[in-house]
């Protein structure tokens, strides 16, 4: 379930419900369908209802966590990808419609907590590179030219996923350790 697009839906049933206009905010004419009281009192109790099943959607959100039997249907790819796909494989392992899923953010932290990539500055902005670390795991930049931009990103080999998802407990602490504080 796709939790922004349950609120924004729950936004719109409750400016209808109001009388509002929710493309453009106006007030709705007095004489049209959607204020009919019995439409009216219709839209105010599938509000309520959406409220309640966007409430009960977030206590149920269990954080990210996968298992050893789920962690070995991992499939590892035979030449360099980004850090951005390995996350979507990983996510892509998770049954439980409930479960966060591992946002890029604390997968890259992790990286560079446990030394595989750092940030340098370059030409007055900061970047991440590999470090020796992670050249020796086959990290490296691969530099992108599309029509609307350039750009360096680091691509991860077959062995960097592998030590991902060997290390992927130190991974799951580093989460909880970063929840907690």
Known sequence: MDDKLLKHAQEYI???ANGI???NNEKI???E????????RCLFYVNTILKEVIANNKTKTKPFYLTKEQLSKYE???FPISITQILKKINALITDSAMSKLKINELINWLLEVGLIKIVEKNEKQVKVPTEFGRNLGLHIEHISTPSKEYDKIMYSKEAEEYIIANFTKLLTFINKKIKS
């Open 76 to 78: 590892y790819t035979n």
């Open 29 to 31: 004419k007095e004489d």
């Open 33 to 40: 369908l959607i204020n009919n009281v019995r439409i009216s």
């Open 14 to 16: 409750e400016k209808m």
């Open 21 to 23: 206009n929710p493309l």
